[in-house]
């Protein structure tokens, strides 16, 4: 039974074979797709089976062209058992070395090991073994191939594409111009991946990020805008973060964060009555005027000379302000206040008290 | 047989502004480094001769979920089976693109982001005066005079 189907199998390839030789030789085109329509008098299913295969490209073999058109090929003929077997191996002993590869696999598509003339092993080797070769391996087929997208390739679909793009503007070659002109930065998120829906739910996030020092504020409205802004606000690069996401779509969010940018910038140059009310304890850094130390080194100063009646203390104090050493004293009083406790700090505090006590 | 050959514009040019992008952040993540590999080579070389200035190409640290269940159906605590699931990522930063260059661009490494890979993108535009967002105009006026 199944050596009879094989026989049949046979004379069918042969005969179809003939046919697509004749129609390859006769006509021009390569395309063989309306071969499958032909009616043949031999077992259906076998013959539309074997079209599919052999019409899948033009082999762009010279043939005879035989006297009958659609007659039974000859016994014994040698020339076209040679062609046969020509088509039933694998393409990969008919390619020059020296071929167009992106015609071979112009797209992506599964790795096809009678098209690929390479020596590719893949896959966990057997007991004393190498890793199973690349014809039926599976491993070559699930994992995806980049054999559409070598250098070459990658090169002539770069050309094709270079008139899309355009050029950045060469008045903004360095970060520092981009940074002056365009303080303002809005960070955007999209996402692509494979999902029952096309929609990321993190896609509407939008962050804006500005610096403070590129904003219009005077001292109040700086110090307001950080006090408003409270977690959002780093001391250290002074910028100011709006994450916006409480809104579905991405445009929905970038407004809101515009909006609250404006909000914080008005409100922080508005003074409203109650400011007035802030005392040492709500001030975000060391102030020396009017502050214990002030009072302690004015006080310790009178007492080393002591005023004399025709001066009057008003005078007095502004004149001991005024002296170099005083001013000396407070400057390294508030940075030590205020940066803390540092090698320098301390020294520099050290240098301004012995200047003033002349030790 | 005689070809006959249409010409069409396929390049058409309007007068918006384009859009100008400080950075350009590509992730790509996915279960196999080799593959991560190869789209990482395909990605610098795309960039490279589309004259785009590659800031960074770095590899973060993977991430492996694990879980542990139960070998079998009923019973038989003791015996568990564990499995793994690695993500690897790539990152890819280009820095100062204009807005047609990165659509391009993203939409050719997009055509080409193999079966099993997923990929985040994260923009940073430029706001410009001549937006034509109603919000971006109305935040001009807060800047120093001299930034704009």
């Given at each position: 039974m199944i050596w009879r189907s094989v026989d049949l199998r046979r004379t069918a390839l042969r005969t179809l074979l003939q046919l697509q030789l004749n129609m390859a030789a006769s006509t021009?085109?390569?395309?063989?797709?309306?071969?499958?329509?032909i009616n043949c008098k031999l077992n259906g299913i076998y013959t539309l089976i074997l079209l599919n295969k052999t019409a899948?490209?033009?082999?762009g073999l010279s043939v005879k062209k035989t006297g009958a058109k659609t007659g039974l090929p000859q016994r014994g003929g040698k020339e076209l058992r040679r062609q046969i077997k020509q088509v039933l191996q694998p393409r990969t002993e008919r390619m020059?070395?020296?071929?167009?590869?992106t015609a071979v696999y112009p797209t992506a598509a599964s790795f096809k090991a009678d098209a690929v003339p390479l020596p590719v092993r893949m896959g966990y080797p057997v007991k004393k073994g190498v890793p199973p070769s690349k014809k039926g391996n599976l491993e070559l087929l699930k994992i995806p191939n980049?054999?559409?997208?070598t250098p070459n390739a990658i090169k002539k679909q770069c050309e094709a594409l270079k008139p899309f793009c355009t050029e950045w503007p060469a008045?903004?070659?360095?970060d520092e111009k981009c940074e002056k002109h365009f303080p303002i930065q809005v960070q955007k998120k999209d996402y692509v991946f494979a999902g029952?829906?096309?929609?990321?739910?993190?896609?509407?996030i939008v962050t804006l990020t500005v610096k403070l020092?590129?904003?219009?504020?005077d001292d109040h409205a700086r110090k307001k805008m950080i006090k408003l802004s409270g977690e959002r606000y780093n001391k250290d690069t002074d910028t100011l973060t709006i994450t916006a996401d409480?809104?579905?779509?991405k445009q929905q969010n970038h407004d809101y964060a515009m909006y609250m940018l404006t909000v914080l910038y008005h409100e922080s140059w508005k003074i409203e009555?109650?400011?007035?009310?802030?005392?040492r304890a709500d001030m975000e850094e060391y102030v020396w005027e009017d502050s214990p130390s002030q009072k302690n080194i004015l006080e310790t100063l009178l007492r080393i000379r002591p005023l004399s009646e025709q001066q009057e203390e008003g005078e007095v104090r502004e004149e001991l302000l005024g002296r170099e050493e005083v001013q000396e004293y407070k400057d390294s009083v508030t940075k030590l206040k205020n940066e803390g406790e540092t090698e320098g700090n301390m020294q520099q505090y050290k240098e301004a008290v012995k200047k003033l006590l002349s030790i | 047989m005689c070809w006959i050959i249409f010409f069409f514009k396929l390049i058409t040019v309007i007068e918006e502004p384009d859009t100008l992008f400080q950075t350009l952040t590509v992730l790509v993540k996915g279960h196999d480094k080799a593959v991560l590999d190869s789209y990482e080579f395909l990605a610098s070389m795309a960039a490279k001769e589309l004259g785009l200035t590659l800031a960074k190409v770095s590899e973060p640290p993977k991430n492996i979920e694990r879980l542990t269940l139960l070998k079998?159906?009923?019973?038989?605590?003791k015996h568990r089976v564990q499995y793994e699931m690695r993500t690897h990522f790539r990152c890819i930063e280009i820095s100062k693109v204009t807005g047609s260059t990165a659509q391009v661009y993203l939409e050719y490494i997009q055509r080409n982001l193999p079966e099993g890979m997923a990929m985040e993108v994260t923009k940073t535009p430029f706001i410009y005066?001549?937006?034509?967002?109603n919000s971006d105009v109305s935040v001009f006026h807060m800047l120093k005079p001299d930034s704009v």
């Open positions: 021009f085109c390569p395309v063989l797709l309306p071969l499958s329509r899948a490209y033009s082999t020059a070395v020296d071929q167009d590869w980049f054999l559409h997208l008045a903004l070659d360095s029952p829906s096309l929609r990321h739910p993190d896609a509407r020092s590129s904003l219009n504020l409480s809104c579905p779509l009555a109650w400011e007035k009310e802030k005392t | 079998s159906v009923h019973i038989f605590k005066m001549r937006s034509f967002s």
